[in-house]
């Protein structure tokens, strides 16, 4: 089986490894994931109203996402309520309140212990969540723990995870140093930006400390070329130099029509997507043009920059941004 590269030397978010670890939980109690998951987590976390069963949660009140129509040129709501069911335990089907999010993130604050006193997590695997395990050493990238993104930001570490239905994104920021949980959810193309400068908003205020871009801004920029033709699974990624600021064109390629079927329920489209101009910010580093170098303080924020990582034992060269690798082809 072909491996966008061996284990130890990059990170790529991966749906599949969820989904993978989904079905082990599936082998392990004998329950479907929505039930296991009910049982082991929800339930001692003191999750209340938390469910990944679709029609529970069409037994009330329940915000769904939105995307938007090129042709009618405006929001809708996306075909589908979410992701299908055989990619659950990538986080897509749990349907939750803000007071379900806020009680699963002072279990983890209270090292795996839920409000109630009962334990969820054992200490170990409490512990090992928030000890990084591996630092790519690239702004775009924070060092990951079991599960958690491990983000420095404002003179203090978050432990932080994101999540995506169609047409809809959720933020979760626990700050261990601080007792703090931050939880949100928004709908549309805009939410992410805005959700991302709310919770930065919150851990300034929280810290008290400002947050700033993750790295040096006097540094001298690099100029090395990055161009060329990158690609994996459904992702096709074409950089053109523009005197050293490159212009990159993504391209989504479904892989089969049910793949494609799918897609489009979510939302997704076929047709390439404008290039986007990048300038050069550090060295090996590079960030939309269009933003300002504050936007790379927060948490999603520094996601979209972009390096070229050179081939080395074990990983070929690629492009890394958005918190995956793309390998050159």
């Not at 004998?30 to 209340?48: D, N, T, V, Y």
């Not at 000890?131 to 491990?150: C, E, K, R, S």
């Not at 479904?254 to 897609?263: N, V």
């Amino acid at each position: 089986m072909d491996v966008l590269f061996e284990p130890g030397t990059c990170v790529h978010y991966s749906n599949p490894g969820f989904v993978i670890a989904g079905r082990i939980i599936e082998e392990v109690t004998g329950l479907p994931f929505e039930r296991a998951i009910q049982r082991e987590l929800f339930e001692p976390s003191g999750m209340r109203d938390a469910t990944a069963v679709q029609t529970q949660a069409f037994l009330r009140r329940t915000a769904v996402g939105a995307v938007f129509d090129p042709g009618a040129q405006r929001l809708r709501t996306p075909a589908v309520f979410t992701v299908p069911e055989s990619i659950g335990a990538a986080g897509g089907t749990p349907i939750v309140t803000v007071a379900d999010m806020l009680a699963f993130g002072r279990m983890h604050l209270n090292g795996g212990v839920a409000p109630s006193g009962r334990r969820v997590i054992e200490t170990d695997a409490a512990k090992a969540m928030t000890t990084p395990t591996f630092d790519l050493g690239i702004p775009q990238a924070p060092p990951i723990g079991l599960g958690w993104w491990l983000v420095p930001i404002a003179g203090t570490t978050v432990a932080f995870h994101g999540g995506s239905s169609p047409g809809g994104h959720a933020l979760l920021t626990v700050m261990p140093e601080h007792d703090t949980v931050i939880t949100s959810f928004g709908t549309g193309p805009g939410s992410l930006p805005l959700q991302d400068r709310l919770h930065q908003a919150v851990i300034e205020e929280v810290t008290g400390r400002t947050a700033t871009p993750p790295f040096d801004l006097t540094a001298e920029a690099s100029t090395a070329p990055i161009a060329g033709e990158y690609g994996s699974f459904q992702s096709r990624v074409v950089v053109e130099d523009n005197d050293g600021a490159p212009r990159v064109s993504s391209n989504f390629e479904p892989y089969d029509d049910d793949h494609r079927a799918t897609c489009k329920a979510l939302g997704m489209t076929e047709e390439a997507a404008p290039p986007v101009a990048y300038r050069r910010l550090a060295p090996g580093l590079y960030g939309p043009e269009s933003s300002d170098p504050s936007a790379f303080s927060g948490l999603l924020g520094r996601a979209t920059l972009l390096s070229a990582l050179p081939a080395c034992s074990g990983r070929p060269a690629g492009l890394h941004t958005l918190l995956r690798f793309t390998p050159r082809l």
